[in-house]
Structures are given as structure tokens and as C-alpha cells.
């Protein structure tokens, strides 16, 4: 929630133009809130310890979820696990990509760039299925309606390498044989998708690029968050951000571990705790087939660059 008076204090459309990327992400709550590289460490760095790279969801600032699932997977691993956060999905992807993380919550983005050296360990099922939702939503204070409405707004983006939070809006403007620049009036990115709907809601932004999932849980979570947006534009189905080790793992027996600490997490109170708190049915398998609709797009926008 914002303090009070955040929204009265806000400045004029006109100024607000004016803001580059730190003051924008400053008035959202302070960059040091969602923008610095932190970790949750194991009991102790020792040997044998799993580090594990998560995808900023909704979770961003969610401590006592994060320590939830981190001691879930010491309980089912019998090992410490070290979770690790960084600004941006290209950090964890290098990290994971580098050996410097075991295993990573990563989006469908990267995992598609990547998926000759990613292995799929486990996905999450959210609404009974491995899928969600793209959503453009814009302030009700404008005029928009439809997706083609919030040309010439100011749009928040979520992260460069999300699907989401970018990948979806640029493919659907590489099919009107645009770009952002040329698209809008100016847009930013927020580095997690709950600052996209504070953006929107603060009129920060007019128009911004959401996960579906997050949406939805804070529609519940945080009403007041999402009661002035609409949905201006949602995609097809897509495959869910799934969990993922690497192909040439140093310790093959460990991606199989995490796979099924994953995908037996509701077979026990304190997995079915955390699914509550992630708002998911479970985990499931996955071939590499669930994200060719989210390869497709990232083909096509990269041919148009």
C-alpha cells in the first residue's frame, strides 16, 4: 500500500514526463526496496549447500514467504539452500548459466533463449493447468480500452527479459510494425510486476505490461491496488515460469532432488503451506513444447531488431 497522500502529492502529467528510470522507481517505494541484489542464506555457506535463483513475481518484498520456502526445501533436501535475488532476470540467468546458482525460478523468456543448456525440473500449476495469462492494463482515469488505445501513453514495463512484463507488448507492436519508442509517448521498466500496477495505479504510467498471475493474486490480496485499472488486452495461454537446473549440472542426482521436492510439495503441511501462500495448485512436468508459443514471439521480435 502507498502512505497517505502519496496520490495527492503526485506531480502534474506534464512533469512527471520529465522523470528518468531512478525517479520513477523512487516515487514507486524506493529502489532499495526491489532493486537491490540480496539473498536469504542457508544456516551456513558450507559444502553441499544448493543455491536457488528466484524470479521476481509478486513475492518481491515477501520475507516470511521466501524463508517459507526456503526452509521447505532444506526439510525435503536434508542440505542448506541459499536463495539468491537479483534486479533484473538477466542476473539470474547469468548466474545460473555461469554455475553460480544450482537451480532458478526463471521466466519462459529466457528459459526459450536458453533451453538447449536449461533442463525443465518442475512447473507451476496455477488454475488447474502449467499456464497464464499476459495482461495490458491501463488507469480508468483514461480513455482506453482496447490494446490500440494506449498508443501515445506513458507505459511501464516490467523487466526486458520477461515475457509479461515485455516480450508480449513488443511482439504485439512488432506485428503493427512498431516499437515502444515509436509506440508510445515514453515507457519505462519497474523491474517487478507489482510496481507495473502500482505505476498504472499512481498514474506513474497511463498503461503498463503485466503478468496475469499477479494480477490475479493481487486483485485479491491488494484490492485497492488493481479497483482503478482495467484490462485492456490479455494474451493466449502461455507456459508458466517454470523451475529450472542446468543440462550439465554438476550433480545430476540434485536436479532430480529439486524435481521432486517440487513436484510432491503437496504431500506435505509445509509445501501445502507455501502453495497457499503462492496462490498455486502445485508443481508438475513440462516438455519444452509448453513455451513454443513464447519461442515464437521472442523469434519474431528478434528478427524485427
Known amino acids: 500500500m502507498c502512505p ?22 523512487s516515487t514507486l517505494g524506493g ?61 539470474i540467468t547469468a548466474l545460473l548459466l555461469t ?19 536449461m533442463e525443465l525440473l518442475a ?16 488507469n480508468k482515469a483514461t480513455p482506453a480500452r482496447v490494446f490500440d488505445d494506449i498508443q501515445g501513453t ?10 509479461s512484463g515485455y516480450l508480449v507488448t513488443r511482439y504485439e507492436l512488432a506485428l503493427r510494425h512498431t516499437t515502444p ?5 515514453e515507457f519505462f521498466f519497474t523491474y517487478a510486476h507489482r510496481n507495473v500496477v502500482r505505476a498504472v495505479n499512481a498514474r506513474l ?45 554438476r550433480d545430476p542426482s540434485l536436479n532430480a532432488a529439486i524435481s521432486a521436492a517440487f513436484l510432491d510439495m503437496d504431500r506435505y503441511p509445509l509445501g501445502r503451506q507455501l502453495l497457499a501462500a503462492l496462490a498455486l495448485d502445485g508443481f508438475t512436468t513440462a516438455k519444452p513444447e509448453l513455451y513454443h508459443a513464447t519461442l515464437t514471439k521472442w523469434r519474431f521480435v528478434k528478427a524485427q531488431v
Open 205 to 249: 504510467a497511463d498503461s503498463g505490461s503485466v503478468d496475469g498471475y499477479v494480477w490475479d493474486v493481487l486483485q485479491q490480496r491488494e484490492p485497492a491496488l488493481t479497483e482503478n485499472i482495467r484490462v485492456v488486452f490479455q494474451s493466449e495461454f502461455l507456459g508458466f515460469p517454470p523451475i529450472v537446473g542446468l543440462k550439465a549440472a
Open 181 to 185: 519508442a515509436d509506440f508510445f509517448r
Open 123 to 138: 512447473v507451476p500449476v496455477y488454475q488447474h493447468q502449467p499456464l497464464y495469462r499476459t495482461l495490458v492494463v491501463a
Open 99 to 117: 554455475g553460480q546458482l544450482d537451480v532458478a525460478w526463471v521466466c519462459d523468456d529466457p528459459y526459450v533463449q536458453h533451453e538447449d543448456a
Open 31 to 91: 529502489a532499495a526496496s526491489f532493486a537491490a541484489n540480496w539473498s536469504i542464506p542457508a544456516r551456513a555457506e558450507v559444502q553441499g549447500g544448493i543455491t536457488f535463483g528466484l524470479n521476481p513475481l509478486f513475492l518481491e518484498t515477501d520475507i516470511a514467504l521466501l524463508r517459507l520456502m526456503q526452509l521447505y526445501l532444506q526439510q525435503r533436501l536434508m542440505r542448506p539452500v541459499s536463495l539468491v535475488r537479483r534486479r533484473t532476470y538477466q542476473e
Open 154 to 163: 506513458v507505459h511501464a514495463f516490467s523487466d526486458p527479459d520477461s515475457t
Open 4 to 25: 497517505d497522500g502519496f496520490y495527492r502529492n503526485l506531480p502534474p502529467l506534464r512533469s512527471r514526463l520529465k522523470f528518468n528510470r531512478r525517479d520513477v522507481l
